[in-house]
Nanobody, 112 residues
Framework: QVQLVESGGGLVQAGGSLRLSCVTS????????MGWYRQAPGNQRELVAV???????HYADAVKGRFAISRDNAKNTLYLQMNSLKPEDTAVYYC??????WGQGTQVTVSS
């Protein structure tokens, strides 16, 4: 079973930036798509961004123009560059591979 491990979360002031990483134990290209999701307290888990094997991407409206998803196939790593962070971006961020491979999550907290 492929394992996904996120890192890069932390506490940042509004307007700041963070870069999340997700390392896979297997080949990242084995996934048709990989994505980042987030879950804030009391809310459902929601899609943030997805990248398909061919390189196409899709973003939630709330993060368009501020976040960028990318991957390094040689390093089997998925990234999420988050700029111009807002307090409402505070959540646990999860990496997902394919249909059912999830990481354990990394906390992102944005202070006002």
């Amino acid at each position: 079973q492929v394992q996904l491990v996120e890192s890069g979360g932390g506490l940042v002031q509004a307007g700041g930036s963070l870069r999340l990483s997700c390392v896979t134990s297997g080949s990242i290209v084995s996934f048709t798509a990989m994505g980042w999701y987030r879950q804030a307290p009391g809310n459902q888990r929601e899609l943030v961004a997805v990248i398909w094997r061919g390189g196409s991407t899709h973003y939630a409206d709330a993060v368009k123009g501020r976040f960028a998803i990318s991957r390094d196939n040689a390093k089997n790593t998925l990234y999420l560059q988050m700029n111009s962070l807002k307090p409402e971006d505070t959540a646990v961020y999860y990496c997902k591979g394919g249909n059912d491979a999830w990481g354990q999550g990394t906390q992102v907290t944005v202070s006002s």
